[in-house]
């Protein structure tokens, strides 16, 4: 279980997730303003052309050409010199128990809270943010859905106006079910903003 609130449950989130697949947002959006968060942006399949920055579009296109005719591409298409103008950026999750969790495979170094802060290795109920219910709604509709999200949020607890880009594309070698997830994180603030320990 991500959270010990009722709506924050894990059957509360998987009712979240499922409504996302659904492009019904109104519930996520309710469960955001009592996380302290706006109501975030989400978008199925947006158009590489739509993407904001060069990261994310590049690394949709990347995606998108190693799939080839596949639904997702491989795990085994990750490749850090291909990927090496976005991967301070990627995060690479496996999936535990069907999405009932999902585990920090590699965490890109520039998006670590701070200075030797590295979720590697965590499970995203082990971090620390509040946010942690809406990343997992969104983990949950992608493989639910086994579609590309982007969706761009703002930190609960930011005064500034911080924007967090997030692109969150599946992997798999199967032919009907998700293997892991890959994530591009970009953040977006202004010059006297400070990062925010919620993405």
Known sequence: MLAEDSYCSTESLWKRAE????????????LMQKLGSPKPVLIWNQS????PGEQLEYFFKWWHQSR????????????????????????????????EDFKYRLYGSAIMNEP?????????????????????VTYRAVVLRKEPLYTQHIPHHSLKMQ?????????????????????AIVPNFSDDASTKDDH
């Open 19 to 30: 409504e996302v697949v659904r492009e019904d947002y109104f519930e996520l959006g309710v």
């Open 48 to 51: 590489p052309e739509n993407l």
């Open 68 to 99: 080839g005719q596949n639904f997702a591409a491989s795990p085994d298409a990750v490749d850090p010199l291909e990927l090496r103008s976005v991967l301070g950026y990627l995060a690479v999750l496996d999936i535990i128990d069907g999405g």
């Open 116 to 136: 030797g802060k590295d979720l590697t290795g965590l499970l995203l109920s082990d971090i620390w943010t509040p946010l942690r219910a809406f990343f997992a």
């Open 163 to 183: 924007t967090w880009d997030r692109l969150i594309l599946p992997l798999s070698n199967q032919h009907d079910e998700v293997e892991r997830l890959i994530v």
